[in-house]
């Protein structure tokens, strides 16, 4: 009789890929439908529609790049999903879609796939829209007008205001429940704390990241307020834009942040300064985009100059 | 709970398989095959020829240096020596005895009931002689490690926390002998004379601690550690930071930190050797896993083929894909059934294929980091396997390869299922060459 015989170890834990990418996809669920029930069925469309070109173009990559069918990890539907809740429901489903598949093909398949891509798909994804069609990007339909792109009434959000700057007229619980206008899974704080609280306690994502990112931002926009009120200005710049969404869940995506504990925190810092920078000088009023994407490309320099420290040595030893 | 040592993964113990039932005596097999090779260093040279009569617990191997010397296990005629399977894969030079079942016991070593006027050197010279090395597994020279901590240690630690999975031959040996151990540790605090004396033991073990406290109740020296369990506890570095607080630098042995550590089952055999005359001819062997039918523990003869180990153990199931010399996280995968027991032998797992589900293909690595917080030596396995991938021996050694235990942590939580450990072990091999 012959067993196999391979390496230890010789048992593994149940945890897999598709189960940590289900996860995050569930975690996203209270945001979307909060998304669904303020913008329309549309929001609900437009989803489908940005995750399914997103499958398929992984289905593609996976034929033509990986040569090994990639789809069951689910990480595509992942990206999807966050590319359309970083949209306002206005956007047309075509442009959604261009997005997914630049995303899958040319963010993640063309930087080698699953782990190895340095940008946040749906984020490059979204970087790559706003420059060709800005225009439906920037225009946000209003909480209740739930019509379709031409009778919708493009408004400002609380953070245009914050850009005059001037404190925004909604109030605190409007915001924190997602009773203004905005990208689809931008508006309701409550639903993006709910999952990533959900991630947290089942030990998928680190508390690291979005406490240090929006820790930052927090005593960033306290430190240099704008606003008559300065505790006001800091919750509106807290609760207002895309800022909880990129902490949540696009600066914690774990191919494109770094493993060591000490890394996570720099790196959160770094994207709250960013934001901030971006925010307050830049042209649009939003800058989670920007500021995350560039502290994507520091993630391998930051891993280096981050190692723990080495077993059996003293803080700052080197053996 | 507080956790006493970095990383480290828990999963489920499944000891109540083996744990549960009495251990039992078996009939000894009509031949034992006692490799030269069951300790770390160079192999025994036989004593004895083919057609010599040899008597249970006589010399019939023995050397230089980190050899310890090996004896028969049971009493009968040497029939043949040559090369035969080994668990660790290869084929090794081996004494083939035929039992006559008589059991006749060679007694030229002494049995002394009070041993506290026997010189250190003595002590020593009686464990080397009886054949003890680190019977937890590492199979390390018991003599050669007790001598050269002798002027170095302030802690000295008794490690019970078999924190594998699925065994329990040391948590049955600590039921029923509980004297045993404590008068081992006695006998090598003689030699040692440590300030802390430490019995480190996991808290999943609650009868063994039970008669450990029973055992300890007029002890003033001897001190009962109880952790919280978590794998890998039992390896030494982490045993000794979980006991006492401090790390031992890299490439370092427990004395540099003033520690020594040594398996509860170690000074079970020293009490045997010193004060009962006995030499290491037999072992507790923990069979279990799901794919056995009557898991338990059983004395064995050392030199026991697990083919006869396993048929006392009521045989295979059909479902039966691994078969493992030693605990699940770093123990021997077995091609067949045809090695043989040896000292370290704490025990044969036979897996079955539910365990082979989780076991799934690779799948690219997610970054997802559960590797580094895994690890107990703090190390990033997520870089050392893709440096190793590439041979890329510079980095390998940057990031402290050579610090790796090997206790399978990062592999056993990596999502992706990346043979993370393996890879890593040829990165071990490749600096090694190079230096």
Redesign the interface.
């Given at each position: 009789?012959?067993?196999?015989?391979?390496?230890?170890?010789?048992?593994?834990?149940?945890?897999?890929?598709q189960?940590?990418m289900l996860n995050v996809v569930f975690a996203l669920l209270p945001t979307l439908l909060v998304g669904v029930v303020r913008f329309g069925t549309q929001a609900l469309l437009l989803t489908l529609v940005s995750v399914a070109a997103a499958v398929v173009a992984e289905w593609i990559c996976g034929m033509v790049i990986y040569h090994r069918n990639t789809v069951k990890?689910l990480?595509s539907v992942v990206t999807g999903m966050l590319l359309a809740l970083t949209l306002p429901s206005t956007v047309p489903y075509w442009v959604a879609a261009i997005g997914s598949a630049f995303a899958i093909i040319l963010v993640k398949g063309f930087g080698g796939?699953?782990?190895?891509n340095v940008f946040n798909p749906a984020l490059a994804g979204r970087a790559l829209l706003m420059l060709f069609w800005p225009v439906y990007l920037i225009r946000y339909p209003q909480v209740g007008t739930k019509g379709n792109a031409v009778d919708m009434i493009a408004g400002a959000t609380p953070l245009h205001h914050m850009q005059m700057p001037a404190l925004p007229e909604e109030s605190f619980m409007d915001m924190f429940l997602g009773n203004i206008g905005g990208c689809i899974g931008e508006v309701c704080t409550l639903a993006l704390l709910a999952g990533a609280a959900f991630l947290i306690l089942k030990g998928i994502i680190?508390v690291r990241i979005p406490a240090a990112y929006l820790g930052t931002v927090a005593v960033l926009t306290f430190v240099f307020s704008k606003g008559d009120n300065v505790f006001a200005w800091m919750m509106y710049s807290l609760l207002g834009g895309g800022v909880m969404l990129g902490a949540l869940f696009m600066a914690t995506d774990?191919?494109t942040?770094p493993?060591?504990p000490k890394g996570q925190v720099i790196y959160g810092i770094g994207c709250g300064i960013l934001t901030v920078v971006f925010r307050y000088f830049g042209l649009f009023p939003e800058g989670v985009t920007y500021a995350i994407l560039l502290m994507n490309a520091c993630v391998w320099a930051i891993?280096a100059y981050t190692?723990?420290?080495?077993?059996?040595?003293k803080k700052g030893e080197t053996? | 709970m507080k956790r006493l040592f970095?990383g480290g993964?828990h999963?489920a113990d499944k000891k109540e398989l083996s744990a549960s039932v009495e251990v039992k005596m078996t009939k000894e097999p009509k031949q034992v095959t006692i490799p030269m090779t069951q300790h770390i260093g160079a192999p025994c040279e036989p004593l004895v020829a083919v057609g010599d009569t040899v008597k249970k617990g006589q010399k019939i191997g023995d050397g230089k240096g980190l050899c310890v010397p090996v004896h028969a296990s049971v009493s009968g005629t040497v029939v043949a020596i040559e090369k035969r399977r080994h668990i660790n894969?290869t084929d090794e030079l081996c004494v083939i005895i035929e039992n006559d079942y008589k059991d006749t016991e060679d007694t030229s070593m002494i049995a002394y009931d009070d041993y506290s006027n026997l010189s250190d050197d003595q002590i020593i010279e009686i464990i080397r002689e009886a054949g003890i090395v680190g019977m937890g597994g590492a199979t390390f020279a018991t003599n050669v490690k007790a001598a050269t901590s002798m002027e170095r240690v302030k802690t000295l630690i008794a490690n019970a926390c078999e924190c594998e999975?699925y065994i329990t031959s040391d948590d049955m040996l600590l039921r029923m002998y509980p004297e045993r151990v404590l008068e081992g540790m006695r006998i090598i605090c003689q030699v040692l004379d440590p300030e802390r004396v430490v019995l480190a033991i996991e808290d999943n073990k609650k009868e063994a601690i039970a008669a450990l406290k029973k055992a300890l109740v007029n002890e003033k020296k001897i001190e009962l550690v109880v952790l919280p369990t978590r794998y890998p506890q039992g390896a030494e570095?982490q045993l000794v930071q979980a006991v006492t607080g401090s790390?031992?630098?890299?490439g370092?042995l427990p004395k540099s930190v003033g520690a020594a550590v040594f398996n509860v089952a170690t000074f079970a055999y020293t009490y045997g050797a010193v004060c009962l005359g006995r030499p290491v001819t037999r072992r507790m062997v923990t069979i279990s896993g799901e794919a056995v039918n009557n898991p338990g523990n059983y004395w064995f003869r050392i030199g026991t083929s697990f083919e006869y180990a396993v048929e006392q153990a009521g045989g295979?199931k059909d479902n039966?894909?691994?078969?493992?010399a030693g605990g699940?996280?770093?123990?021997?995968?077995?091609?067949?059934?045809s090695a043989c027991t040896i000292k370290g032998t704490s025990s044969i797992?036979c897996?079955s294929e539910e365990?082979?589900g989780?076991?799934?293909e690779e799948?690219?690595?997610?970054?997802?980091?559960?590797c580094?917080k895994a690890c107990p030596?703090?190390?990033?396995p997520?870089?050392l396997h893709a440096y190793g991938k590439k041979g890329n021996v510079d980095e390998l050694k940057r990031?402290?390869v050579m610090?790796c235990i090997?206790c399978?942590c990062c592999?056993?939580?990596?999502?992706?299922?990346l043979?993370l450990?393996?890879t890593i072990?040829e990165g071990k091999k490749r600096v090694k060459e190079e230096m």
């Open positions: 009789m012959k067993f196999e015989v391979t390496s230890s170890p010789h048992i593994r834990s149940k945890n897999n890929t189960k940590i990890d990480s796939g699953l782990g190895k680190s774990y191919a942040s493993v060591t891993d190692a723990p420290r080495r077993f059996g040595t053996v | 970095f993964v999963p894969g999975p570095k790390e031992i630098p890299g370092e295979l039966v894909w691994k078969v493992i699940p996280m770093m123990g021997l995968a077995q091609q067949d059934l797992l897996l365990q082979n989780e076991a799934q799948n690219p690595c997610i970054r997802c980091g559960a580094v030596m703090k190390l990033q997520l870089y990031l402290n610090d090997e399978g592999s056993y939580t990596c999502p992706a299922k043979h450990v393996e072990r």
